[in-house]
């Protein structure tokens, strides 16, 4: 199994900035995309950015230009950095890994993290 623990969330003004960080760890053979998606409340949970472990990233339409998806693949870590937030960046932020255990390395799974709130009120 591989677990993925974020932490970073919080309450932010219109405008400011955040940072989110997601830990995996457990009996991994290969982090192969690690990424973030956000649900708000009422709404569907949303991809927000990903990147793979060869570096490519992918942003949502809504945050390109506003929010940087960074890797460190040693620390098994993933990290997103949140500029020019909105209100409606509002949302709970879960982690996210298409990953590969050491015990079926043949078998790519869907690991999610519990979540944490991100809020943007003045």
């Known amino acids: 199994q591989v677990q993925l623990v974020e932490s970073g969330g919080g309450l932010v003004q219109p405008g400011g900035s955040l940072g989110l960080s997601c830990a995996a760890s457990g009996s991994i053979f290969s982090l192969d995309v690690m990424g973030w998606y956000r649900q708000a409340p009422g709404k569907e949970r949303e991809l927000v950015a990903v990147?793979?472990?060869?570096?490519?990233?992918n942003y949502s339409d809504s945050v390109k230009g506003r929010f940087t998806i960074s890797r460190d693949n040693a620390k098994k870590m993933v990290y997103l950095r949140m500029n020019s937030l909105k209100p409606e960046d509002t949302a709970v932020y879960y982690c996210?890994?298409?990953?590969?255990?050491?015990?079926?390395?043949?078998?790519?799974?869907?690991?999610w993290g519990q979540g944490t709130q991100v809020t943007v009120s003045s």
């Open positions: 990147a793979t472990s060869g570096g490519s990233t």
């Open positions: 996210n890994s298409k990953a590969r255990t050491r015990t079926a390395p043949w078998m790519q799974n869907d690991y």
